[in-house]
């Protein structure tokens, strides 16, 4: 098999690689010419360029109307070996908490006193007791800043005892340890960590596989981060929520769950509003972040990135080690959207070979000093 694919013309970058990384043949998304999907391979080489020159990113995968059209790794990065997501992990998180939703096990409103009341201060406050689980999804649970976790030892009870000055819901904070609660109410009322309680129901419909979740002391998964996936798992994953949580034909995650969980349900600026054009301030859903251009992603320190542009029907996954976010989503805007077109392109092999013969030099480079 691998002879005669050989043979045919390398057309795209995709096709490329896939015969290269024969690991992600399990279950592969499909694949397609970057023309026949509506795109330019031009402005996904454009693209290629613009990023080539953060320091350094590790992996990228396109995927428009479901079909891959361009992937690439960084040298020695490769397509089967996994990748710390850090606060990617946290639309996971999310996922994980939708579906026990689903199975009724606990509901957005239950107070997060209720499933920990032998972990609970003596004498709660009044706003903690107010604090619910749609509060730990909205990062807005009262606290005034980023409390940190030492050691990647969260405990249930340490978190219940930080102040909470104020009001739930009305307090937009970045708050990972509220991600990690998260986590422990999953495995309180399933039973199983995060990582478990996944597996037959995201994991391996998606065709993941052996995804490792770091675990806190007390047992959960860390939650709001310490997951490692390959880059086509996080093109997957963003694949799946741009679907409204259907895959091959069957509904993996509710459709009202994705809606909710990905639209602006908080204001994340200080004044209250988003402001036109600033990625960073149009608003946060449930461990989701909104974008410009109507889009939404699942991001994660050193520049981990999975993309979801719904009105382009893109999926944009890239892992990296740098603190590039907005160099990354700018080459996006810049160079990825306007290549798109609403219908497919003529096919363009000169510019599909050189953009294959591009993304096959890449190679890893360490940042300036």
């Known amino acids: 098999m691998k002879r005669r694919l050989l043979s045919l013309p390398l057309t795209t970058t995709a096709l490329f690689l896939a015969v290269l990384f024969p690991a992600m043949a399990a279950q592969p998304l499909p694949r397609s010419t970057p023309e026949a999907q509506g795109v330019s391979s031009q402005g996904i080489?454009?693209?290629?360029?613009?990023?080539?020159?953060?320091?350094?990113?590790?992996?990228?995968?396109?995927?428009?109307?479901?079909?891959?059209?361009?992937?690439?790794?960084?040298?020695?990065?490769?397509?089967?070996?996994?990748?710390?997501?850090?606060?990617?992990?946290?639309?996971?998180?999310?996922?994980?908490?939708?579906?026990?939703?689903?199975?009724?096990?606990?509901?957005?409103?239950?107070?997060?006193?209720?499933?920990?009341?032998?972990?609970?201060?003596?004498?709660?406050?009044?706003?903690?007791?107010?604090?619910?689980?749609?509060?730990?999804?909205?990062?807005?649970?009262?606290?005034?800043?980023?409390?940190?976790?030492?050691?990647n030892a969260p405990t249930v009870k340490e978190f219940l005892a930080l102040p909470v000055p104020h009001v739930p819901g009305t307090h937009f904070q970045y708050n990972t340890y509220g991600s990690y609660m998260l986590s422990a109410i999953v495995t309180k009322v399933t039973?199983?960590?995060?990582?478990?309680?996944?597996?037959?129901?995201?994991?391996?419909?998606?065709?993941i596989e052996n995804p490792k979740w770091d675990a806190s002391p007390e047992g959960p998964s860390l939650g709001g981060y310490g997951l490692y996936l390959c880059t086509g798992d996080i093109a997957k994953f963003g694949q799946l929520y741009l679907q409204k949580g259907e895959w091959k034909g069957k509904q993996l995650l509710p459709v009202e769950w994705v809606e909710q969980a990905t639209r602006k349900q908080v204001p994340n600026d200080k004044a209250g509003h988003s402001k036109t054009g600033v990625d960073w301030q149009q608003g946060y859903g449930f461990q989701f972040w909104r974008c410009t251009h109507g889009a939404f992603r699942g991001d994660g320190r050193a520049g981990q990135l999975c993309l979801v542009i719904p009105e382009q029907d893109l999926v944009v996954a890239i892992t990296a080690d740098a603190n590039a976010f907005q160099t990354e989503l700018n080459a996006i805007w810049d160079h990825l959207l306007p290549a798109c077109s609403a219908s497919p392109l003529p096919e363009n092999a000169p510019a599909q070979q050189k953009l294959t013969e591009r993304v096959a030099t890449l190679e890893a480079h360490p940042a300036k000093k």
Not at 125 to 136: C, I, P
Not at 191 to 207: A, D, I, K, V, Y
Request: glycine share 6%; net charge negative.
């Open 45 to 151: 080489a454009s693209f290629v360029e613009a990023v080539d020159k953060i320091h350094t990113l590790h992996s990228f995968m396109i995927l428009r109307h479901g079909h891959v059209i361009a992937e690439g790794w960084w040298k020695p990065e490769a397509a089967d070996k996994p990748h710390i997501l850090w606060s990617l992990s946290k639309s996971f998180d999310s996922t994980a908490v939708g579906l026990a939703i689903a199975e009724g096990k606990l509901s957005l409103e239950d107070p997060v006193l209720k499933f920990f009341p032998s972990e609970a201060p003596a004498d709660p406050s009044e706003n903690l007791q107010a604090m619910k689980v749609r509060d730990l999804l909205t990062m807005s649970c009262g606290h005034d800043v980023e409390t940190k976790i030492p050691d």
């Open 191 to 207: 039973g199983q960590t995060e990582l478990e309680f996944l597996q037959p129901r995201l994991f391996e419909p998606l065709g």
